[in-house]
């Protein structure tokens, strides 16, 4: 039997289960593994392309209004976080996003004359970009992922940290933007 259901329009079959999201239409492109969970309270943006693959799941109350967010086996993202901006969140198997993280796709830029919504889009920079998260990452909870970022495998990033800019390094920990040491591996 195919592991993945796709979504249909305003309910899906989760298991014996289904769920249904008022005004909420998923993308034809939106796949959802039988293993996959979804918990109470989630808030989608309209139109989603939703990739949820085996063994992953979004917690309570999290509000997820990025246009398309992928999730590899084994990606989870704790209760009350919020996915927003322009462009897609890329979870690699196995990451952990902890709990009331914000990972933002589109944000103003304090470089432009004008930092609200109500100026002109063209008195306004807004930065935008993807973010992807390697595998076996954890994002601690609390932290602030910005725009166009990419963060190594097995990197874990402290709880409470704020990143504006790609982590390169694998293996190691980071408070914020900053490396602050090298994890201790141990090999199987």
């Not at 939703?50 to 509000?63: A, E, R, Y």
């Not at 993807?130 to 990197?155: C, H, L, Q, W």
């Amino acid at each position: 039997m195919n592991d993945e259901y796709e979504f249909g329009h305003n309910c899906y079959n989760h298991g014996l289960k289904c769920f249904e999201y008022d005004k909420v239409i998923f993308s034809d492109n939106s796949k959802l593994s039988s293993s996959a969970k979804l918990y109470r309270g989630i808030k989608f943006r309209r139109g989603i392309c939703l990739v949820m693959q085996h063994s992953t799941f979004i917690g309570d109350n999290c509000v997820i209004l990025v246009p398309s967010l992928i999730m590899e086996s084994g990606s989870q993202i704790n209760a009350g976080t919020i996915l927003a901006g322009r462009d897609m969140v890329h979870l690699h198997e196995n990451v952990v996003i902890g709990y009331q993280c914000l990972l933002l796709t589109a944000s103003d830029s304090p470089e432009a004359e004008f930092m609200n919504d109500a100026s002109a889009e063209d008195l306004r920079k807004i930065k935008s970009g993807p973010i992807s998260i390697e595998e076996n990452a954890f994002i601690g909870s609390k932290s602030i992922i910005m725009p166009d970022v990419g963060i190594a495998p097995r990197t874990v990033v402290c709880a409470m940290s704020y990143v504006d800019r790609s982590l390169p390094r694998k293996n190691w920990i980071y408070r914020g933007n900053q490396p602050v040491k090298e994890r201790d591996m141990v090999e199987k």
